[in-house]
């Protein structure tokens, strides 16, 4: 497994495997449309829940529980379904609406695990969140920009020779792994405040 910084409340690891067929960059994105069309929704409902939340801590400086297990359902569902999209694996993503912070384990090679704050929270960093994320934002869409580039080029890599390049994957994987995090501290799941770091050691 390639594990993110356990001691951050939202985690993700990935066993990749040796090879991947070669016609899975051209098919990947086109079987996952279903799962976008349903992902499309879970967005939706979660900047709703995530509006709510807003409210909710500010007055009882309490997360519900119910809102957390939405939140981690629908990120640990992006986390699935963009894997696959992007052919880092050949599973097929389940349709699996688990509402638990741990991972079901229905992914035999991908985990995405949260430690949801419920109480004690930060009202202040809560009320003035969208402004906290702001540099995080800018640094994540810097990043995606090479990583964009890195799966154009493993597009072609993967498809003729079956090989997902080690050191492209692991850059990738820790762009996702940083995304993850800033959208667990968006959608406040968490007050930790996310770390500028693509390569977290585990603990």
Do not use: C, K
């Not at 709510?52 to 640990?76: C, D, H, K």
């Amino acid at each position: 497994m390639q594990p993110m910084n356990s001691t951050y409340p939202a985690t993700l690891t990935f066993e990749p495997p040796e090879r991947v067929a070669n016609w899975r960059p051209i098919a990947n994105w086109f079987l996952a449309i279903p799962h976008f069309v349903i992902l499309y929704g879970l967005r939706i409902l979660a900047e709703v829940v995530g509006i709510i939340s807003w409210f909710v801590i500010l007055f009882t400086g309490e997360l519900p529980e119910s809102f957390a297990n939405i939140q981690a359902m629908y990120l640990r569902y992006e986390i699935r379904v963009y894997t696959y999209a992007l052919f880092m694996r050949e599973e097929y993503p389940p349709f699996a609406f688990a509402l638990t912070p741990a991972d079901d384990g229905e992914e035999p090679r991908l985990r995405v695990d949260f430690r949801p704050q419920l109480t004690d929270r930060n009202r202040l960093t809560v009320g003035f969140r969208i402004i906290l994320v702001i540099p995080h934002l800018l640094a994540l869409f810097a990043l995606e920009i090479v990583a964009t580039v890195l799966i154009v080029i493993a597009f072609f890599v993967v498809l003729f020779t079956g090989d997902w390049p080690e050191g492209m994957r692991t850059l990738v994987l820790n762009v996702t792994r940083w995304y993850l995090r800033v959208q667990a501290y968006f959608l406040l799941l968490t007050d930790e405040y996310p770390p500028f770091a693509l390569d977290l050691p585990a603990t």
